[in-house]
Antibody, heavy 120, light 104 residues
Framework: QVQLVQSGAEVKRPGASVKVSCKAS????????IHWVRQAPGQGLDWMGW????????HFAAKFQGGVTLTSDTSISTVYMELNRLRPDDTAVYFC?????????????WGQGTLVTVSS | QSALTQPPSASGSPGQSVTLSCTGA????VSWYQQHPGKAPKLIIY???ERPSGVPDRFSGSKSGNTASLTVSALQADDEADYYC?????????FGGGTKLTVL
């Protein structure tokens, strides 16, 4: 069955970086885009961007341009999201999600989420 | 891009129907997600009105002009959750602010 399993919770200082992983299984990894969505405590969903695991191509929401890096390692079916220059308002749960084939912006499977806490 | 606007809350009694709105949805690629506390979102509607397999037909979607709607019929206690609409916006995805559905 399709699964996206994310790495565990992180606590970081302001100014640091964090790298969250999302390991895919149960499907052809290179055939589906992976998107990242964050959710601040008590807030709604905020779309960050996507990566094409096959080509490494990426696209980001304007607010995340320059502050987020998405990479993929096809040998282990894993996508990484690195967030740089962390600020306290980056504290959130970060989700990876698979975009379904033959459609757009339709996220059919999600990771369990990774809580990133930024605090001094 | 334009924002998607959802009412912050809605409620209904068990067995009733409730309709949630999402204004600003200009695309044909509108999805709805259900999120229970502490859980990942779950896709319940895509492309305005299509249901993924396994989603009960009590959930239905529609769109009129720039307003998309999600109707939940025959409300059950487990339908109490946050519901988010999303819309494709040219290589990006917008999410609405979410509606908290309370089953009275």
């Amino acid at each position: 069955q399709v699964q996206l399993v994310q790495s565990g919770a992180e606590v970081k200082r302001p100014g640091a970086s964090v790298k969250v992983s999302c390991k895919a299984s149960g499907y052809t990894f290179i055939g589906y885009f992976i998107h990242w969505v964050r959710q601040a405590p008590g807030q709604g969903l905020d779309w960050m961007g996507w990566i094409n695991p096959n080509t490494g191509g990426t696209h980001f929401a304007a607010k995340f341009q320059g502050g987020v890096t998405l990479t993929s390692d096809t040998s282990i079916s894993t996508v990484y999201m690195e967030l740089n220059r962390l600020r306290p308002d980056d504290t959130a749960v970060y989700f990876c999600a698979r975009e379904a084939r033959a459609t757009v912006a339709n996220f059919d499977y999600w990771g369990q989420g990774t809580l990133v806490t930024v605090s001094s | 891009q334009s924002a998607l606007t959802q009412p912050p809350s809605a409620s209904g009694s068990p067995g009733q129907s409730v309709t949630l709105s999402c204004t600003g949805a200009t695309s044909a690629y509108v999805s709805w997600y259900q999120q229970h506390p502490g859980k990942a979102p779950k896709l319940i509607i895509y492309e305005v009105s299509e249901r993924p397999s396994g989603v009960p037909d009590r959930f239905s979607g529609s769109k009129s002009g720039n307003t998309a709607s999600l109707t939940v019929s025959a409300l059950q206690a487990d339908d109490e959750a946050d519901y988010y609409c999303s819309s494709y916006a040219g290589s990006t995805t917008l999410f609405g602010g979410g509606t908290k559905l309370t089953v009275l």
